[in-house]
């Protein structure tokens, strides 16, 4: 009695471990690449760390096409990339990389990537504030919540 439900159990936990398997597969893209071949950089895990010129709302998701160097690894793979970003690590993960596929009417224009700000060794720069534009209180039931905008240098 016992063992034909710890059958049935079992028999219904494979079931479900593969239909999560089958939903999960659905979301996993191919991420092979080869050396030579040319891949945008995503640009969001940088956020914070490198502030391009647009607003951030605005800023380019993926940055480049770059040529891969070398595989490192299964998953990870070394970019060619350009003089004004040396400071940046060149081994980046497979799923922050997609692939160029090139096009003979697509002509690529280098453009510099623009960084703002003092940019100290670790690639972080301090925002310093201009001066205060406005105050505010906003009266709650039991408190007053005071608010400064402030300008800041960036």
Request: hydrophobic content about 40%.
């Amino acid at each position: 009695m016992t063992v034909d439900k710890v059958k049935i159990v079992r028999e219904k936990l494979k079931a479900a471990q593969y239909r999560q398997k089958s939903w999960a597969d659905l979301k996993i893209r191919s991420a092979e690449f080869d050396v030579g071949e040319k891949a945008y950089v995503k640009v969001s895990p940088m956020r914070g760390v490198v502030r391009f010129s647009k607003a951030e709302k605005l800023n380019p998701r993926y940055v480049g096409p770059f040529e891969i160097l070398e595989k490192v690894g299964t998953l990870a793979c070394r970019l060619a990339l350009p003089p004004n970003m040396s400071r940046i690590h060149n081994v980046f993960y497979v799923s922050q990389l997609r692939r160029y596929i090139p096009d003979p009417s697509h002509i690529l224009e280098v453009e510099p990537l623009l960084i703002e700000g003092n940019l100290r060794e670790e690639l972080k720069y301090e925002e310093v504030s201009i001066g205060i534009v406005d105050t505010k209180e906003q009266v709650l039931r039991r408190r007053i919540v005071p608010y400064v905008k402030v300008q800041w240098s960036n």
